[in-house]
């Protein structure tokens, strides 16, 4: 079986080692291949490293590496290196680089220097974290530049800032009047997405933030489509219980958009392409016009892999029909 998941960081993440927990722990099912196409949109260059959230929170995740409690970033890490950059005043301080972590920017860099895309440098990265070996191929949505931005207020007029810095250094509390996705519109899918999503026998939307995660991947020309007319069935599973974001700001950012903020509001953002939708007992009222919905038998909560892995198996029951 070939399962393809669109995903951002956490929540991406997490339901994707769920899902290889629940494969692996499923006689059968252990052979199956799980492909992720991750949102490189929260991408960054800080200090001339090359940045990217999304990728390394999926590579520490299902690596074993991660910080379990905050999410992202490394386990045990330290933070010698930004404090010496602080005691030179070096900008930007409110985002936070660990040692262990910069050395991922580093190698990235390194090797973005020396001419290898950025596919070829994840390759490179998910091999160090055991991906391959667990039958998890990690992908870029695309090998082209692509960086989110919020447009906010800026006294009477307008301005964009990046993404992490509406996210991170103002926590998403200045009003996002829109979003601005630099290089999304001239970006081509990476190596193998397109198949991914085409030669999938299910396609998986994972709890990940509708707009800024998987809402970015589908903006790459072609993945929408290709997710509207594989033969696969496509299920998803909300972010949102009660109208609230598990963690996070997904829901400014819908507000942003002007969608609502609801479990059956994220849907119809797929609404061209969804099968399927699972949802928390507290949404149980939800209905779709063009898909099913199915109600989890437990709080729709990543709370441990366990927990993870039977809401994923729950959304391939639903692949079934
Ligand atoms: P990010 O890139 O780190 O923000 O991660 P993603 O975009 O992959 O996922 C973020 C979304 O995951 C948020 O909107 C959360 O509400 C959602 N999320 C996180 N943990 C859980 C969980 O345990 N259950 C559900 N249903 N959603 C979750
Ligand atoms: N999130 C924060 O809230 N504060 C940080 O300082 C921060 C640093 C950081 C460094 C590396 C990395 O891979 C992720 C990091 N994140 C941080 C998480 C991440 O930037 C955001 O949660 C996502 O991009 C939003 O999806
Ligand atoms: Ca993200």
Do not use: K
Not at 206 to 224: D, F, K
């Amino acid at each position: 079986m070939r399962i393809t998941a669109l995903a951002g960081g956490v929540g991406g993440a997490r339901f994707v080692r769920g899902l290889r927990h629940h494969l692996d722990a499923t006689p059968g099912l252990g052979e199956a291949e799980v492909t992720v196409v991750a949102n490189t949109g929260d991408d960054i260059t800080l200090f001339g490293l090359r940045v990217s959230p999304d990728v390394d929170t999926l590579l520490y995740t299902l690596g074993g590496g991660v910080e379990e409690q905050q999410g992202w970033g490394r386990a045990e890490e330290t933070h010698r290196v930004q404090a010496e950059l602080a005691a030179y005043g070096a900008l930007p301080q409110w985002f936070t680089l660990g040692d262990r972590d910069l050395g991922t920017h580093i190698i990235r860099s390194q090797w973005l220097g020396q001419g290898l895309t950025p596919s070829q440098v994840t390759a490179r990265l998910a091999g160090r974290w055991g991906l391959p070996e667990r039958r998890i191929t990690l992908l870029p949505m695309t090998d082209d530049p692509v960086e989110t931005h919020v447009v906010v207020a800026d006294g009477e007029r307008e301005a964009a800032i990046h993404f992490q810095e509406w996210w991170v250094r103002h926590g998403a509390s200045l009003p996002a009047h829109r979003f601005v996705v630099a290089g999304l519109d001239r970006a081509a899918p990476a190596p193998g997405v397109l198949e991914a999503v085409r030669d999938a026998d299910v396609v998986l939307l994972p709890p990940s933030n509708p707009v800024v995660s998987v809402g970015i991947v589908l903006g790459v020309p072609g993945v929408r489509e290709a997710l509207r007319e594989t033969a696969a069935p496509v299920v998803g599973v909300s972010p949102l219980i009660s109208g609230r974001p598990v963690r996070g700001h997904a829901d400014a950012c819908l507000r942003a958009i002007g969608v609502p903020e609801s479990a059956a509001g994220v849907a119809g953002l797929y609404e061209d392409l969804l099968d399927a939708w699972l949802v928390d007992a507290a949404d149980a009222d939800t209905t779709l016009p063009r898909a099913r919905v199915a109600v989890h038998d437990e709080p729709l909560l990543m709370s441990d892999v366990a927990a993870a892995g039977r809401i994923a198996a729950h959304a391939l029951r639903l692949a079934e029909g």
